[in-house]
T-cell receptor, first 111, second 114 residues
Framework: ELKVEQNPLFLSMQEGKNYTIYCNYSTTSDRLYWYRQDPGKSLESLFVLLSNGAVKQEGRLMASLDTKARLSTLHITAAVHDLSATYFCAVDMNRDDKIIFGKGTRLHILP | DAGVTQSPTHLIKTRGQQVTLRCSPISGHKSVSWYQQVLGQGPQFIFQYYEKEERGRGNFPDRFSARQFPNYSSELNVNALLLGDSALYLC?????????????FGSGTRLTVV
């Protein structure tokens, strides 16, 4: 059974700092998603990573995928308060089938 | 273009009652998935439907059922509600086989069982 682990689960950081969230998964998959969730809200799609070595960037967020290591990272550059949210990674078990979520990383950025 | 729409947005039910949640996917999307998100946890997969056929089922009891209609909208039914069924229920639609757009989630239905 596919397991998806994120770490850290909680992160408090100062504005202007850089940090990385890690997402490890247990079985072969070549499709990984990153979502953002604000309190009481639904999931907002951030990135879809489709192949080994994929790197995508949007603003201060950059995501990468290493399928051989079964690892994805979400890097935050020069954090700002508006990035405070919970970030989830999710992995496809089989293409076009269900996706399995990690427990999420609750990010709190202090002004 | 409308996104994924879910109704109702909030619902309060009593233990033992039954509930039906509704989802309309993005136009052109034929796949609908349902997820349950308990407070403080990641979403858990319940069902996936594609072209009105069940394609996947998560580890949920038989009290949970779903169906997809010819217009690709979907309903999730939960019978004999328990307090532990209180959660945010999310519907996601996807365009299977047509690319890399991933899954788009609706705003969810927040179910409270008292």
């Amino acid at each position: 059974e596919l397991k998806v682990e994120q770490n850290p689960l909680f992160l408090s950081m100062q504005e202007g700092k850089n940090y990385t969230i890690y997402c490890n998964y247990s079985t072969t998959s070549d499709r990984l998603y990153w979502y953002r969730q604000d309190p009481g809200k639904s999931l907002e799609s951030l990135f879809v990573l489709l192949s080994n070595g994929a790197v995508k960037q949007e603003g201060r967020l950059m995501a990468s995928l290493d399928t051989k290591a079964r690892l994805s990272t979400l890097h935050i550059t020069a954090a700002v308060h508006d990035l405070s949210a919970t970030y989830f990674c999710a992995v496809d078990m089989n293409r076009d089938d269900k996706i399995i979520f990690g427990k999420g990383t609750r990010l709190h950025i202090l002004p | 273009d409308a996104g994924v729409t879910q109704s109702p947005t909030h619902l309060i039910k009593t233990r033992g009652q039954q509930v039906t949640l509704r989802c309309s996917p993005i136009s052109g999307h034929k796949s609908v998935s349902w997820y349950q998100q308990v407070l403080g946890q990641g979403p858990q997969f319940i069902f996936q439907y594609y072209e009105k056929e069940e394609r996947g089922r998560g580890n949920f009891p038989d009290r949970f059922s779903a169906r997809q209609f010819p217009n690709y909208s979907s309903e999730l039914n939960v019978n004999a509600l328990l307090l532990g069924d209180s959660a945010l229920y999310l519907c996601a639609s996807s365009s299977i086989g047509t690319g890399s757009r991933g899954y788009t989630f609706g705003s969810g239905t927040r179910l409270t069982v008292v």
